[in-house]
């Protein structure tokens, strides 16, 4: 049997970054690094954080003479909807890690992973949110995933932000009272209207709104009304993107659904309102909750089997590093 050939996986969502070596003996190596996300942390810091990434990678598998990877990145777009970033692409081609690197959006692996194996779709509620999903027939089609300024229903973000609205509107006698206001003041440190001005003057506020997510759910579970519709509305609006995908992609009333992200993986509560909507909508799907970098590490191996057709749908790039 041939040996296992080197390989690595970064995985960089928009909360932090997972990376993944696998080495010529077969062993592994796996840690977490910051985010290296361009809409979380900024373009410069970002690149900083992916090149010193790339270095461990290289010092990793620096005595296999190279290695394959990977870099599934939520700051690379899908299927040419906007350019590649240029700044992460050099990041790459500098990094020293000697072989083939394949680059694409931080979602595409997971239309390949065990589960869905390039027919379904996935979910993904993380900072951000996408559905993105893949007919039998080739067809790829990616809902939402615009940032959160456009889109991201269902994310963290859109989560804590109306949680953190309502917990304001409450505090001013505006709306309804919950739990949200002094959780939110005890969880950031601040009295409200304090907080408001603090996640305003941030140079980039996403990241620090997206962490009061979990206390959001947390407000939802323990019976707070507001907190309920504030949830309930968001899973609501995934999973209305989700049947769309479904129906569009003629995958049927039984389609293989991968969920991914901070928040599909970390919460079973929000995991579960969105399975509990998604059929009652009429759908019976095979569910899974799918490993992102694992994904990311085997998407090497897919890619070096199918060749590059395959990343010419989704809009991803090979590149070979010296």
């Known amino acids: 049997m041939n040996a296992p050939s080197a390989a690595f996986a970064v995985d960089a969502g928009g909360s932090c970054t997972a990376v993944r070596v696998r080495r010529r003996d077969g062993g592994q190596a796996s840690w977490q690094e910051a985010s290296c996300a361009f809409a979380t942390v900024g373009e410069e810091r970002a690149v900083a954080r992916l090149r010193r990434t790339l270095a461990r990678v290289r010092d990793e598998v620096r005595g296999d003479g190279g290695?394959?990877?990977c870099v599934a990145s939520s700051s690379f777009p899908v299927a040419g909807e906007a350019l590649p970033p240029e700044p992460l692409l050099q990041a790459i081609r500098s990094s020293g890690c000697a072989g083939r690197v394949v680059v694409v959006n931080d979602v595409v692996p997971l239309l390949w992973s065990e589960h869905l194996a390039g027919q379904g779709v996935v979910v993904n509620s993380g900072t951000g949110s996408v559905v993105l999903g893949r007919a039998g027939d080739g067809r790829v089609l990616k809902l939402g995933g615009h940032e959160h300024i456009l889109s991201d229903q269902?994310?963290?973000?859109?989560?804590?932000?109306?949680?953190?609205r309502v917990a304001a509107q409450a505090v001013d006698g505006l709306g309804p009272a919950t739990q949200l206001s002094a959780r939110a003041e005890a969880f950031y440190g601040r009295a409200l209207p304090a907080l408001g001005r603090w996640l305003a003057e941030l140079d980039r506020a996403r990241f620090e709104v997206a962490r009061f997510a979990p206390e959001v759910i947390r407000a939802e579970e323990s019976g707070d009304e507001v907190a309920y519709r504030v949830v309930r509305t968001e899973?609501?609006?995934?999973?209305?993107v989700t049947a769309?995908?479904?129906?569009?992609?003629?995958?049927?009333?039984?389609?293989r659904i991968g969920l991914s992200g901070g928040v599909m993986r970390g919460s079973p509560r929000f995991r579960g309102l969105v399975i509990d909507a998604v059929e009652?909508?009429?759908l019976k799907p095979e569910w899974a909750v799918l490993d992102s970098v694992a994904a990311t590490l085997d998407f090497v191996d897919v890619v070096e089997e199918r060749g590059a057709a395959l990343l010419a749908a989704v809009g991803?790039?090979?590149l070979h590093v010296a």
């Open 67 to 69: 290695a394959s990877g």
């Open 244 to 255: 769309s995908a479904v129906a569009r992609l003629d995958l049927g009333d039984r389609p």
């Open 154 to 164: 269902g994310s963290a973000y859109a989560l804590a932000r109306q949680g953190l």
């Open 280 to 282: 009652r909508a009429g």
């Open 235 to 240: 899973v609501d609006a995934l999973v209305a």
């Open 316 to 318: 991803g790039l090979q």
